[in-house]
Each structure stands twice: as C-alpha cells, then as structure tokens.
C-alpha cells in the first residue's frame, strides 16, 4: 500500500509540475506576444503613442489583438480639427478626436511558431532578426477624417481611402462612415494592410488602406539603410527614399461623392467635379506647385468618372527619413520625383513647375469654402472639368520657378483671418525683413517675423514648423498644420532654442 501511495504522490507532483511549466510558458508566450505586438506598432506608426488590447495567439502563431488605439499628437494649447458637413465651424475637441481605433489587428512573421521558439529567451526581441512583417488592421474608424497612416498616404480620404475625397464639396472637410452610406456605398468596414520586407539593407513597404464598394489606395515605397537590419528596429534607424508610388482602384466613391456634394450644393455634377478639380490645383499652389496640362486632364478624367489613377516614381536625389514628412507636406518632394501619371490608356511623366506657395485661409473647413471667401463671398466661376487650369491658378502672378530649400521647407499657413477679408501671411502688415529663408533668428527677432514660416527648436520637443502668430518678452505663440485642420502651441523663453526662418 505504502509503495502505491508513494507512486501517487510522485504523479500528482509531476501532474504539478507539468501544470506549472505549461503556465510558465504561457506567461512568457503572452509576454512575447505583447512585445511583438507592441514593436510592430512601432513599427507602422513609427513610434506613435499606441496600444493593442487582448493580445494572443492565433493557431498558426500569428499574433491578435483588439481594440487597437493611435493616439493623436496633441497641442499644448488647443487644437482646432476639421468637422464633417455643417458642423465644421463649431467643432470642439474631444478624446475621440484625438485617438483612431481599428477592431483588431493581426501581426504575422517567417515561421509562425517557430520565431518566438527562436526568441524564447530574447523578452524584449531586441535581437529577433525580422525580414519580413506584415501587420493588418480590420475595423477602422475616426471622427477626425485624418488617415491612419497620418501622412504617408498623402492626400487619401480616411473612410472612402480615395485621394482628395471632399475638394470641391462646400460644407465637408472630409468624410465620416455614415455619410458613405448616405451616399448609397455599402456600408463594409475599412482595412488597413503594411507589408514590409528586408534584404540585403533594401527596404520595400506596401501599404493598403481599402474601404470595398467605395476605394482601394495603394502606396509603394524603396528604401535602403547603411547596413541589413531587423525590421523591428527599422523606427530608430535612418533611410533614404529611393521611389514612392501611390495606386488608387476607384469602386464607385467618385461617383457617389460627386452626385452627393452636388446635391447638398445646388450645382450640377459637372459643376461640382470643375469646383473638385479647382480646389485641389488651390491645394497644390499652397505648396508652390502648379501640374502640366496632361497631368491635370487624366485627373479631370479620373475625377468625372473613377477608374484607377496612379502617380509616383524615383527621386533624382533620395529622401533622408528625417525630411520625407515635411517635403511631402510642403509639395517639394515632387519637384525632386521623376514621376509619372497612370490612367486609362495615359502613361505620362508630369511634369511640375514650381512657383511661389500662395497660402488659403481654409480656417480647418473646405478648401472650396475658403476659395469662396477669397473671392469675396461669391464662388468662384468655373469651367468644363477637362480645360485648361482654372481661374484660381490662372491668377498666380509669379512667372518664374522659385528655389526652395529642400531641408527646411514647410507648407504654407494661412494667417488669422481679418474682419472683412482673409488675410495670409504674405500679406501681414509687417515690415519685410532683409533675412533670406534658412536665416537663424535668436529670440528677440521674433516679433518681427510675426506672420512667417519658421522652424522652431526648443528644449523639450522635437524640432516644429509653423506660422508665427505673435511673440513677446516671455512666450511666442506658433499655429501648425495638423491633418484636418491646425494646432496652436505656446511656447516660453525659458525653453526656446533657436529657429529657422522658413518663408
């Protein structure tokens, strides 16, 4: 009896034990799961504030979650974010307006399984070697119309996942999920898909934002780093953008949102696709930037009737990572792309030409609006979709190319409006200082550059370009473009470095 007993003791201690070792196991399998979770965040959101929730493991190895959060960099002063439909101007800021939320996520790389058996004891992957990542988003959604990418996307609509998807429209800044179905789009939830792939220290990135019966955008980037690294760590490493590409598959938005802002407008279809194609040329000349007559044809085509466009190609000197967000902002990056346009039976290269940026004071509502307040109140009149540029472009007054800087340049702001008319900054009742952009000034310039462009280096963040609203002995108040609208910021002597006069 005793020898039977003894025999049941050592089963239920390794019953015990085994119990024990599975939990240790899954403790560090949860552990490592959350690591890769969280550094592929870091990866595609380039170390923005995010967290997933109800991380796990999928049969195959892949990692899950749920309940994904972006936080939204916030001003230290108040932020002014665009609103859909009437409600542009009264908009105020709330936590939804600074987060964007995808239902779940799903983390795959090489192996399943077989990685984190590789890693076991690596807790942080900080040697984990990740040539290949893909990270796919299902369920997003926002209520600030800025696109999950925050920038790379370009000009992508962050629910129809079309480019420039409410220009021409006057009382839309841009598009939340309701208004696709009051548009007649079906109501299929939004997907965002990054696949990155390393060899050899060249970098590929495909990144997908699809929204089906509405649009599909497609962006494309090459890129090279000094040596092969993981892919894990590719957020702290520098690049150089060889080419970037930008596909868009229209699946029936064009229409839908030309019939819709017609509507609302009291204007026929073709009117409104003329209004369209008027804003964004207003758009392109905020950043000095004016398309040949080709390029703006095919996306007069593009706009009327949907289809596929595409526009991208290599760049004759390659976009450091540190400068690849501020020249796409401020259009320069184009200037420095041979690139070229895709639609229907066109293949052509486009060919830009750069002019002096003319700012528009958009207030955070519809570029068409704000068109229609520099004009005096009254829209501005418009042609056939398929002329020649219109008016607002025609009126450009400076007839040769201007030479920007490409480390320092920023997209233009408009200054505060003024009681009768807007104002910009060009216009600003302020002397013209004698210093030419690039020009460093110390804290006691500032009050005389009120109105321009500067780039802003203080103690506590990272460098910021923005318009220069006013300053004083003690602090200096700056207005900076956010997608979707602008952000004020106050910034103290005490923590002011330098700046650099931009514009």
Same mark, same amino acid.
């Given at each position: ?57 999928? $049969? ?77 988003? @299902? ?27 409410? @220009? ?54 090459? @890129? ?79 706009? @009327? ?19 690849? %967000? ?20 066109? #293949?052509?290269?486009?060919? $830009? ?70 104002? *910009? ?14 020009? #460093?000034?110390? $804290? ?21 370009? %923005? ?21 004020? *910021?106050?910034?103290? #002597? ?10």
């Amino acid at each position: 009896m005793s020898s039977v007993a003894s025999r049941g003791g050592r089963g239920r201690w390794v019953v015990v034990g085994l119990l024990v070792g599975l939990g240790a196991l899954a403790m560090l399998a949860h552990r490592q799961a959350n690591v890769l979770a969280q550094r592929a965040l870091n990866v595609v959101f380039s170390n923005a504030d995010a967290e997933a929730h109800g991380v796990w493991f999928a $049969w195959n190895g892949d990692v899950v979650a749920k309940d994904v959060v972006l936080y939204l960099e916030g001003p230290t002063l108040s932020a002014e974010p665009a609103a859909s439909g009437a409600d542009a101007a009264t908009a105020t800021a709330s936590s939804d307006t600074n987060t964007l939320r995808f239902a779940h996520m799903r983390v795959r790389t090489p192996g399943g399984w077989t990685f984190f058996l590789r890693n076991v004891l690596d807790r942080q992957l900080e040697d984990a070697q990740v040539d290949a990542l893909r990270v796919s988003f @299902e369920g997003f959604d926002t209520a600030t119309g800025v696109e999950p990418t925050r920038g790379a996307l370009g000009p992508i609509g962050a629910m129809s996942s079309s480019p420039f998807e409410t @220009e021409g429209c006057l009382h839309h800044a841009f598009f939340v999920r309701d208004e696709l179905a009051e548009m007649g789009l079906p109501g299929t939830a939004t997907s965002l898909d990054f696949d990155l792939r390393e060899a050899a220290g060249h970098v590929t990135t495909r990144v997908v934002l699809d929204t089906p019966g509405a649009s599909r955008a497609q962006y494309d980037r090459e @890129e090279t780093l000094v040596k092969s690294e993981s892919l894990l760590k590719l957020p702290q490493l520098a690049t150089a953008t060889h080419s970037e590409r930008w596909d868009v598959s229209d699946q029936g938005f064009v229409r839908a949102r030309n019939a819709f802002c017609a509507k609302q407008d009291g204007v026929d279809p073709q009117t409104f696709v003329a209004r369209h194609l008027a804003s964004v040329q207003r758009l392109l000349e905020t950043r000095g930037l004016v398309p040949d007559a080709q390029t703006i044809a095919a996306y007069a085509d593009f706009a @009327e009737h949907g289809g596929q466009f595409a526009f991208g190609g290599p760049y004759a000197t390659p976009l450091h990572s540190s400068e690849r %967000a501020g020249v796409h902002l401020n259009g320069s990056a184009w200037l420095r792309m041979q690139g070229r346009i895709e639609h229907g039976s066109t #293949r052509a290269d486009v060919q $830009w030409r750069g002019t002096k940026p003319r700012a528009l004071d958009a207030q955070g509502g519809a570029t068409f609006a704000a068109m229609t307040r520099e004009n005096g109140g009254i829209p501005p009149a418009m042609g056939a979709p398929s002329t020649a540029p219109v008016q607002a472009t025609a009126e450009v007054a400076t007839p040769a190319p201007v030479a920007v800087p490409v480390a320092n340049v920023v997209p233009a702001v408009a200054a505060p409006a003024a009681p009768q008319r807007p104002q *910009y900054a060009s216009s600003l009742p302020t002397a013209q200082p004698a210093m030419s952009p690039g020009g #460093r000034l110390v $804290w006691e310039d500032l009050p005389r550059y009120q109105g321009r462009m500067v780039q802003v280096f203080t103690m506590h963040a990272e460098p910021r370009t %923005a318009m220069l609203v006013s300053a004083d002995g003690r602090e200096a108040r700056v207005r900076a473009r956010m997608e979707g609208g602008h952000a004020d *910021y106050r910034i103290s #002597r005490d923590s002011f470095v330098r700046a650099l006069l931009i514009q």
